[in-house]
């Protein structure tokens, strides 16, 4: 399976989930210190390069979304590993 396949597939998951389980994913996943760096450096970034509006609030979102998919990547790398 490629990234892009990979990306795709988890988009789909997560597009179906209820709130109280993306919560739940995030919680067993994410440090919330990891959360929280997101938001402040999302905002920060967006207002000092001009984003405004609903992008500016989505980029806490796609840098969670990419951790998240960094994430499973490395657990399917391990998982593979046959000396594992």
Do not use: C
């Not at 209820?18 to 760096?37: C, S």
């Not at 938001?39 to 509006?53: H, L, P």
């Not at 500016?56 to 657990?75: A, Q």
Request: hydrophobic content about 45%; glycine content about 6%; aromatic content about 10%.
């Amino acid at each position: 399976m490629t990234f892009e396949e990979m990306a795709w597939e988890f988009v789909e998951v997560f597009d179906e989930l209820e709130v109280e389980q993306i919560n739940e994913m995030l919680a067993k996943n994410v440090p919330l210190q990891t959360l929280e760096f997101f938001g402040r450096y999302g905002r920060d970034f967006g207002e000092s390069v001009g984003i405004e509006n609903h992008a500016l609030e989505s980029l806490p979102n796609l840098m969670l979304i990419g951790y998240l998919l960094r994430v499973l990547e490395e657990r399917l790398i391990t998982n593979d590993d046959p000396s594992q």
